[in-house]
């Protein structure tokens, strides 16, 4: 069992940085890929950035070049950078731990980050 914690959300202008974090707790955290998804209103949940045990990244194509995923494995925690924030990143956006073989998945209970001047 997992227990996964984010903060970090908040209201911010366009064109705006914030960090969220999300720390985990209860298993060993290098044995998950992390992640971090959002969640706008009316819409369905979309994957924003992972980052597996060994460190590898993936991110959503409308965040490449924006957002940074990285993690801390000292801490047990997982951090998004967020830069140059746009009114359509507004959303909640929940940190995610998912074994390897992706048959088990972990969920915080969300952080909200609105863009807006």
């Known amino acids: 069992q997992v227990q996964l914690v984010e903060s970090g959300g908040d209201l911010v202008q366009p064109g705006g940085s914030l960090r969220l974090s999300c720390v985990a707790s209860?298993?060993?955290?290098?044995?998950?890929?992390m992640g971090w998804y959002r969640q706008a209103l009316g819409k369905q949940r979309e994957l924003v950035a992972t980052m597996t045990t060994d460190g590898r990244s993936n991110y959503a194509d409308f965040v490449k070049g924006r957002f940074t995923i990285s993690r801390d494995n000292a801490k047990n925690t997982v951090y998004l950078q967020m830069n140059s924030l746009k009114p359509e990143d507004t959303a909640v956006y929940f940190c995610?731990?998912?074994?390897?073989?992706?048959?088990?998945?972990?969920w915080g209970q969300g952080t909200q980050v609105t863009v807006s001047s």
């Open positions: 209860g298993s060993t955290f290098t044995f998950y890929t």
């Open positions: 995610n731990a998912r074994n390897l073989l992706g048959t088990i998945n972990y």
